[in-house]
Every structure is written in C-alpha cells, then in structure tokens.
C-alpha cells in the first residue's frame, strides 16, 4: 500500500535547473504569483500548486544549507551560506509571502475549495497573517543566525580521557564504565567542560531572549510565551494545559521514577546513588554495545525496521541510497539529532550523534519514525498540507521506538542484553517526563519575567529544578553543575517552546503502544493512516485517525503510566 520509491517532485513552475542564489532570481517567481490574475477554481487551484512548488524549492534549499553547517560547524563558507540565506533572501521572501497569503484569503474562489480539505491549511494561513510584522523580519533573521551559534559553541566542546581527545558524546561512553572511579572523572570532566562557555552561552540566551520579546511585542502581544503559543499553532491546548500536566508529572510520574532510581541503587549495590552511576552496570555486566559504526548502526535499523513492517525498512533504504544519513559523532559537528524534511526530494535526512551506546539506537529508531512520517506524507498535493503539528510529529518518532522493541535482536545476539535494553527503554520513556515538565515550566518562567537578569534566571531555575527532583539520588556537591544543566537543552536555543510536544506525544506513543499489545496490525496501519494525513487534519482528529484520544488530563497520565509500570513488572520476571 505504501511505497519508499519516492521521487523528487517534477517542476512545471520553476526550470528544471533552477537553484536558489540570490533574491534576484527568485523575485520573478513570486512576483508572478502576485501578480497572476485568478479567475476560478481551477485557476486558483494551480497558483496554490505553483506557490506550493516554490515553498518547496525554497524550503529545501534552506534545510540543506543548515544540514551541511550542523554536519561541519568548523567550515566557515557552509556557515557564511546558512547566514547569507537568512539576512538576505528569507527578510526579502518573508513580505512577499505576507502579501501571496493575503491574496489567497481575499480571493472569491476561496469558498469553492473542498473545505475539508483546506481547513487546517487556511487556519494556518491566517494565524501567518496575523502574526507578520515587517519590523519582525530583521529580528527572525538576525534570531537564525545566533540560534545556530549554540551548536558552534557546543559542537567544539571536547574532553580528554586517558590521553584521548573525545566529543562529549562519545565521552558520554565512560559513563557506563564498571569502574565507578572513572565514571566519576569523565562526570565531573564533562561537566567542568560545559562550565568553560556558561557565560557564553548565557550571554547567547540573553541576546536571544531580547530579540524574541522585542518580536512579540511587535506583533501586539504582552509577552512571548502568547505569541509563541499562536506561532506554534497550538490551537487544540494553551498554557493551562501545560501547568496541569507539570503538576501531573509530579503527582503520578515521579514516585515511578524514585522506584526506578531506587531498583537501579540496589543493583549496582551502592549506598548511595551518584550522577555518575546512572548509566552504569552491576560489577561484571559489560555495557550494552549495540553496534560498533555508523554503517552498522544503520544495516541494523534497517533489518529491525524490516522486520516490524517492510515499508519502514525500505524507507531507511532509499535514505541510504541517497546518502542522506550522518550518524556519527566527531569534532566539530552539531551536538544533538534531528530528522530534516526535505520538501522536494521528499526522502529526508537524518543526522545523529553515534557512539556505540544503547541510547543512540534509541535515537536512530525514534528519527527513523520521523523519516517514515516523511515518507508517508510527501504524496500530499500541497507544501502546507505536510506540515503537521510537532505533536504527532514526535508520536511518529516515540510510537517507533515502543513499536521496534519487538525487533531489537537485530541489535543483540543474546536474550539478556535485549531484556536489557527493553528495561533501558521503558526506564527512559518514564524518567524523561520530569525533565520534559522542567524545561517547560522553566521557558514559561523566562518569558513571563521580561528583564530578569542571570542570577534571578539561575534562582528560577534551581526553584523549579528542585521542584521536580527526586529522591534517591545524592545531588551534594553538585550544585554548580546543576544550576547550569539548562544549558544543555539546545531547544531553549534554537526552538523556544518546542519542548512540552515530547510530553504530549510519549503519551500519545504509550497509547499506539497499548493498541499495539493488543492488535499489532491495527495499530500499526492506524499509524500510517494517520502520519498520511500530513498535516489536513486537526490534532485531535490525527490522534482519532492513529486510534488514540488526544488527552492530557491527570486521569489519562495515570493510567498511561500504570501500563508502562506493567510492562516493566513483565520484563523483570
């Protein structure tokens, strides 16, 4: 039913040849558009085409330019072209879109357009609308190009262990050391490495803050976090949604995780438990190591995908055909992982952060969803039909890591390891709930304090830090380490906001979880319908296709926890 053979999309608008270089020789293109008389349906049918098929040329000419910057931070010309796109082509693309989507909404035809089909997109259309401000564009383009100063920052940080020189990833390794004494070492070299740029990167976080506000005010909006809200398209929840679901995170989530770091304690058989012991085995248990390179990492991903339904494992495929992976870590590239649509190529990139351990499959399994709701939605008609909500987006992706761990003997040889590692999983969808709410609640603290200074944004977010801490682990003498740990978190950096849709979506993903224990065919054809659907439907209605409730009420976490605590209690039998 579903086919990875996708093809870059044929051109009729723009030449065959034609590529993004200056706004010179964009110009005409939009100019066309605006300038084109409609005069019916079928008319306007075709100038939504031809404007989709110039989003989609623009559009994937900016995400190879910052994929090429965050694959080679130290290339200055990659970094000088990403720069050269947002301060001189996006400020002058920016009016004209304004201007395209005014004379869509103005149009009489409008009203002949299949409703159904158009009713998220127009939405979205008018939110844009709304939100433009022209005083805006110098602000969002100068906002582009310091977001991507973090990864610089941070893609240069290095630690040497034992004579050897080590991203922080990879060094990331020796945390899961046997010996609690080298453990203990690369924890505090990681961490004392991260404290040589905290005034740099709280200085980023400053200029950024006040950019951002100055952006909101601009468009009429008392603070950020409102404009952001409508930015973001949240239309189906607000921040009275968000509030209760920290407080839910307290209430149902963590005393799990205090049991799980309790049960981790009397494992290892310590009398207390330290950060540097959270990733660690009991004395003779070798660390979990799932691959040893890149390439395999990826074969691998490719069988386990295969297995648990083909078209997945085509997808990974045709994305190795097309070279357009990068998954291990090394000097210079951009921390994190990402899976990056490409609009018009229509098989995306992935890039990734490999270092042979158990959380990077986690993390090559969960953008592999992403690439397959890539996948599933480029068939769609228009540009603005692709573009779903974040949190189906990372359904998509959290969904694929609960759904792959049937199949993760591709990884491991024997039945322990897996048993392992499926522990390591279920312990990491429970234990990143706290961080998730704290992240949140600490970006709804920076933008409702305009003009706060360092120290007030270091006493909030220890405040809030502290009230989601748990109750094992020995934090004493840590407390630096600690007040800066939100330096960590690029989101803050580079997509203020986007943090809460991880919450969101593992709840949704625990409940395409649920179906799938019971009917693994339903749930997994439920889960292409509904990643199909792009972005045409609202959130609620892309939840009902997936066969789950879009709910994030208190009662609803609860249960969903009490099933992941079941399926943990079956795994340790």
Same mark, same amino acid.
């Given at each position: ?5 996708i093809?870059?999309?044929p ?12 706004w010179d020789?964009l ?7 605006l ?7 079928a008319?306007?049918?075709?100038w ?5 098929e110039?989003?989609?040329a623009?559009?994937?000419d900016a ?12 290339n200055?010309s990659l970094?000088?072209a ?6 001189h082509?996006?400020p002058?693309v ?6 395209l989507?005014?004379?869509l ?7 002949e357009?299949?409703?159904?089909e158009?009713q ?6 008018r939110?844009s609308?709304e939100?433009f ?5 110098p602000?969002q ?8 100063q973090?990864?610089?920052i941070?893609?240069a940080?290095?630690v ?8 922080l990833?990879?060094a990331a390794?020796f945390?899961?050391n046997?010996d609690?004494?080298?453990r203990e070492?690369?924890?505090h070299?990681i961490?004392?490495r ?17 950019l ?7 468009a009429g ?10 930015e973001?398209g949240?239309?189906?929840y ?7 679901f ?11 995780v ?9 494992k290892?058989?310590?009398s ?11 004395q003779?248990? !070798? /660390? =979990?190591?799932? &691959? +040893?390179?890149?390439?395999e990492?990826?074969?691998k991903?490719?069988?386990?995908f295969?297995? %648990? ?7 990974l495929?045709k ?9 291990e870590?090394?000097?210079g ?7 990056c ?16 351990q158990?959380?990077d499959?986690t993390?090559?399994?969960?953008e ?5 709701h890539s996948?599933?939605?480029?068939? !769609? /008609? =228009?540009?603005? &039909? +692709? ?9 998509a992706?959290?969904?694929?890591? %609960?759904?792959?761990?049937?199949y ?5 040889d024997s039945?322990?390891?897996?048993k ?6 279920l312990?990491r ?11 949140d609640?600490f970006q ?5 304090n305009?003009?706060?200074?360092p120290?007030?944004?270091t006493d ?16 004493s003498?840590l ?5 800066n740990?939100?330096?960590?978190q690029?989101?803050?950096?580079e997509v ?5 849709e991880?919450g969101?979506a593992?709840?949704g993903?625990?409940?395409m979880w649920?179906q ?6 339903l ?7 509904a990643?199909?659907?792009?972005g045409t ?15 994030l009420?208190?009662q609803?976490?609860k249960?969903?926890?009490e099933?992941?605590?079941a399926?943990?209690k079956?795994l340790?039998?």
């Amino acid at each position: 039913m579903y086919s990875a053979d996708i093809k870059k999309l044929p051109r009729t608008f723009l030449p065959q040849d034609f590529t993004v270089t200056d706004w010179d020789t964009l110009q005409p293109y939009f100019q066309n558009l605006l300038d084109r008389n409609i005069t019916d349906r079928a008319s306007l049918e075709q100038w939504l085409i031809d404007q989709s098929e110039l989003e989609a040329a623009l559009n994937e000419d900016a995400c190879w330019r910052q994929i090429k910057m965050t694959c080679d931070t130290e290339n200055k010309s990659l970094e000088e072209a990403f720069t050269y796109f947002c301060m001189h082509i996006q400020p002058q693309v920016q009016p004209m879109a304004d201007a395209l989507n005014k004379k869509l909404i103005a149009s009489p035809f409008l009203k002949e357009l299949n409703q159904q089909e158009y009713q998220t997109y127009l939405r979205s259309i008018r939110k844009s609308i709304e939100l433009f401000r022209e005083e805006n564009i110098p602000l969002q383009a100068e906002l582009s190009v310091l977001q991507q100063q973090y990864g610089q920052i941070t893609g240069a940080m290095m630690v040497t262990v034992d004579g050897k020189d080590y991203t922080l990833q990879q060094a990331a390794k020796f945390l899961e050391n046997p010996d609690r004494k080298i453990r203990e070492e690369v924890y505090h070299k990681i961490q004392l490495r991260r404290l040589q740029d905290k005034e740099k990167l709280s200085e980023l976080y400053d200029k950024l803050i006040e950019l951002r506000n100055r952006e909101a005010k601009n468009a009429g909006f008392e603070n950020y976090t409102d404009y952001r809200f409508k930015e973001l398209g949240r239309f189906d929840y607000g921040k009275e949604d968000c509030f209760r679901f920290h407080d839910a995170v307290k209430q149902y989530v963590l005393p799990l995780v205090n049991q799980i770091y309790k049960n981790k304690q009397t494992k290892l058989g310590l009398s207390n438990l330290r950060q540097w012991d959270l990733d660690a085995e009991p004395q003779g248990q !070798l /660390p =979990l190591r799932p &691959f +040893k390179t890149g390439d395999e990492l990826l074969q691998k991903s490719i069988d386990c995908f295969t297995r %648990l339904q083909p078209f997945f494992g085509d997808c990974l495929q045709k994305m190795k055909a097309l070279n357009q992976l990068d998954l291990e870590s090394r000097k210079g590239k951009a921390p994190g992982g990402y899976n990056c649509p490409l609009a018009e190529t229509g098989a995306p990139f992935i890039f990734m952060n490999a270092a042979g351990q158990m959380q990077d499959v986690t993390t090559m399994v969960h953008e592999g969803g992403h690439a397959v709701h890539s996948f599933l939605a480029h068939p !769609l /008609p =228009l540009n603005g &039909f +692709k573009e779903y909500p974040m949190e189906i987006a990372e359904v998509a992706s959290m969904a694929m890591e %609960l759904f792959s761990m049937d199949y993760w003997d591709s990884f491991f040889d024997s039945a322990d390891d897996l048993k392992r590692a499926k522990e390591h999983q279920l312990e990491r969808v429970i234990s990143i709930f706290p961080w998730i709410a704290i992240i949140d609640k600490f970006q709804h603290w920076v933008y409702q304090n305009a003009g706060h200074s360092p120290q007030q944004r270091t006493d909030a977010w220890n405040q809030i830090l502290n009230e989601f801490k748990d109750d094992v682990i020995d934090y004493s003498g840590l407390d630096e380490y600690r007040s800066n740990a939100w330096q960590r978190q690029l989101h803050l950096y580079e997509v203020p906001f986007y943090y809460i849709e991880y919450g969101i979506a593992q709840l949704g993903a625990i409940g395409m979880w649920m179906q799938y224990k019971n009917n693994p065919q339903l749930a997994l054809d439920n889960y292409c319908n509904a990643l199909s659907l792009g972005g045409t439907k609202t959130l609620p209605e892309l939840y009902k296709a997936a066969g789950i409730e879009f709910d994030l009420s208190p009662q609803k976490i609860k249960v969903l926890m009490e099933f992941v605590q079941a399926e943990m209690k079956k795994l340790m039998k």
